[in-house]
Structure formats: C-alpha cells, structure tokens
C-alpha cells in the first residue's frame, strides 16, 4: 500500500527522486538521439495555493515516487493547473500507485479551485498516455515551450465534477 505526503520540491528526498527522473529521461532520449533539457523546479512553484508536490511512499515509509501540480496561465476554461514531475522507480510500477498519485494531485487541483488539469509529456512514454488517457485526460495542442515534450493532454475538471455530481444525484435520487 501506497501512502502520499506533501513535501517541498527542494527536500532531499523530493530532489533524490526528481533527480532520478532527469536521468532516466536523459537515458530514454540519449537512445533516441535527442537531448533531454534538465530543469529542476522553483520551490516557490509548488506551496499552496500555487501548487503542490507529493512523495509516494511504500509499505515501508520509503519515498519510490513523485509528482506535484503547478498553477500556470489561465486556459480557454478558466484557472488551469499543471501537472508535472510524475515519476515512480521502475521497480513499483504496475501497482496502481500513478493512477494514486494523479488522482490525488486532480483532486488538490480541484481544492484550489483548478477548471483544468494539463500536463505534457514525451510520446515515448506509453505507459504514462495510457494512464493519462484512463485517468479522462486527452490530447490538446501545445499550451508550452517544453523542448521535451511532443504530447500535451488536457482534462475538463468542471465539466468532470458536473458529471460526477450529475450521476451521484441520479444514483441517490
């Protein structure tokens, strides 16, 4: 089981894990031969309400993953998160615990007032695009100067929490 907490983006385990994303994206483009850019993000980007970032915990209270959401420039629906930095060690993979950590991150997006949820990311990465795709996201155009990414996703959050309401009151009713 996993758990989640909130941590700074600059804490020695939140920059351990970040650190080992870079290198696996390195290692993943350098197989490509395309140059991965390596950033690591301002702490100030991700506190409350501009954002947060969480750590993923196994049974054992080890940090294995990360992810955070940042508040960018309002979109087409209004105020619009980012979601970023999604990485679990390769070792836990396949344990539901991505699907655990962007549903976390969306339903904190929603508590600060989020309309939308966007991420990009590198069409390399399948199992993050289906993952995205089931989580309800889907394709838009690029919102974004990433050199890294060629996929950018989107996900109505308003028009996803009147539907979840819309059937809760159907069921209750």
Same mark, same amino acid.
């Given at each position: 089981m996993a758990t989640l907490r909130r941590s700074p983006v600059d804490a020695? %385990? /939140?920059h351990a894990l970040l650190a080992e994303y870079f290198a #696996?994206?390195?290692?993943?483009? !350098?197989?490509? =031969?395309?140059? $991965? @850019? @390596?950033a690591f993000p301002d702490p100030s980007l991700f506190e409350p309400p501009a954002g947060v970032f969480l750590i993923v915990e196994d049974d054992s209270g080890a940090p294995v993953g990360c992810g955070g959401i940042r508040l960018i420039a309002d979109g087409a629906n209004g105020r619009r998160y980012e979601v970023k930095h999604l990485y679990l060690r390769p070792e836990t993979r396949g344990r539901g615990w991505g699907? +655990? +950590? +962007? %549903?976390? +991150?969306?339903?904190? !997006?929603? %508590?600060?007032? /989020?309309?939308?949820?966007v991420l990009d990311t590198h069409h390399s990465l399948e199992a993050a695009a289906r993952l995205y795709a089931n989580s309800g996201f889907v394709e838009i155009p690029r $919102? =974004? %100067? =990433?050199?890294? /990414? #060629?996929?950018? $996703?989107?996900?109505d959050l308003v028009r996803d929490d009147r539907s979840r309401r819309g059937s809760g009151a159907a069921q209750t009713g």
């Open positions: 020695p %385990d /939140a #696996s994206r390195e290692r993943g483009f !350098a197989h490509q =031969n395309v140059v $991965y @850019t @390596t699907r +655990l +950590l +962007l %549903d976390d +991150l969306e339903r904190r !997006a929603v %508590d600060f007032g /989020a309309h939308e949820l $919102y =974004n %100067d =990433n050199p890294n /990414a #060629s996929r950018w $996703y989107g996900k």
